[in-house]
């Protein structure tokens, strides 16, 4: 991972916009086709049913990405610090 997105102490934060910005285009083509295959074989009585456990798991699975990335940057960020310490 270091090698597609090199951080250092001095990166600043437009750094990450760029590859921000890609990921949030990226959730936004793929959304649309989640609903489609996760509805493709919901019968029309079942519909709501699934629509609603289909938007739970999406709302979940949206909110743990940023979560385990952002805990994996921390982690990345505290052995950065320590390893600068050393020296």
Known sequence: ????????????????????????????????SFYRIGMRDISASDAGAGSAILSTLQQATLGLGPAILGSLFLALAVAAAATIRRR
């Open 1 to 32: 991972m270091r090698h597609l997105l090199p951080l250092r102490v001095a990166t600043s934060a437009l750094t990450l916009v760029p590859a921000t910005a890609l990921i949030g285009y990226g959730q936004a083509l793929i959304v649309n």
